[in-house]
């Protein structure tokens, strides 16, 4: 009994060793990135043919993929080690949400024609971790941007009844069949709907805001049909 205790115990070292040096890795991969990334913008403010602009531009692209997906990995680990309970703080949802989306997704919203509803109601407070709700709006509203077209409407809003708090993000996009829907929520899927305009995607996103919606005890849900679009809904405790 006690050489497998003792054998258990190496396992989960070496594990927890394996993920530390990982986490480094992912880490300390962001600088050279950014100086790969820094030298081809410089490149690209040269005088350059109409091939050589459009290898700048596949190359820049490359690199912000990088970029993504070592912030999600990033992000998978900080919630994987967090073992303390998240720091919450008194937030309006309306002021929140406005501004999440006035400096994060305007630009991207605007340069795809589409367009973006808040519907939140004034002095909506709730007490929760700040910076885990700006991660899992980042990653559902960067999705419905990212499966919408020109011309369509990304819907985002905020139900409080007397018990909970319901957050929803709606697009009307492609829609995920029931099949891929069985996918959703884990590691480095690929769904069958793709990006309307090429933009990349990690598979992680959703798997990330699963385990953050679950650290803040809430839970999610996805309504969506093929060619209708797609809603995820967040329920969370009101009296958090």
């Known amino acids: 009994m006690e050489k497998a205790g003792n054998d258990v115990m190496a396992t989960e070292k070496y ?4 993920e530390d040096l990982i986490f480094m890795l992912m880490h300390d ?3 050279p990135l950014a ?3 820094g030298l081809v913008e410089i490149l690209g403010a040269t005088q350059l043919t109409e091939d050589q602009k459009q290898i700048v531009q596949m190359i820049l692209k490359a690199t912000g993929e990088g970029f993504q997906l070592i912030n999600d990995m990033l992000q ?3 919630i994987a080690h967090q073992n303390q309970e998240p720091e919450a703080a008194s937030i309006d949802l309306r002021l929140f949400v406005h501004e999440l ?3 994060h997704f305007a630009i991207a919203a605007n340069e795809k024609k589409v367009h973006i509803n808040i519907a939140v109601e004034d002095h909506l407070q709730v007490h929760i971790d700040a910076l885990a709700l700006q991660r899992i709006f980042d990653n559902l509203i960067s999705n419905a941007i990212k499966f919408s077209g020109a ?3 990304v819907h985002i809003k905020v139900l409080n009844t007397e018990r909970y708090v319901y957050i929803s993000v ?3 996009g492609p829609g995920i069949s029931a099949e891929d829907q069985k996918k959703l929520f884990k590691k480095f899927q690929k769904l069958s709907p793709q990006p309307t305009a090429g933009e990349s995607s990690t598979g992680l996103g959703l798997y990330i805001v699963k385990n953050l919606v679950e650290k803040l005890r809430g839970t999610i849900r996805v309504k969506s049909e093929p060619g209708k679009g797609t809603e995820f809904i967040i329920r969370l405790d009101s009296a958090r």
Not at 15 to 18: A, D, G, N, R, V
């Open 29 to 31: 991969l962001r600088t």
């Open 170 to 172: 709606q697009d009307e």
């Open 101 to 103: 989306v006035k400096n």
């Open 151 to 153: 011309g369509t409407t």
């Open 76 to 78: 998978i680990s900080s």
């Open 35 to 37: 100086r790969a990334q």
């Open 15 to 18: 594990l927890s060793e394996k």
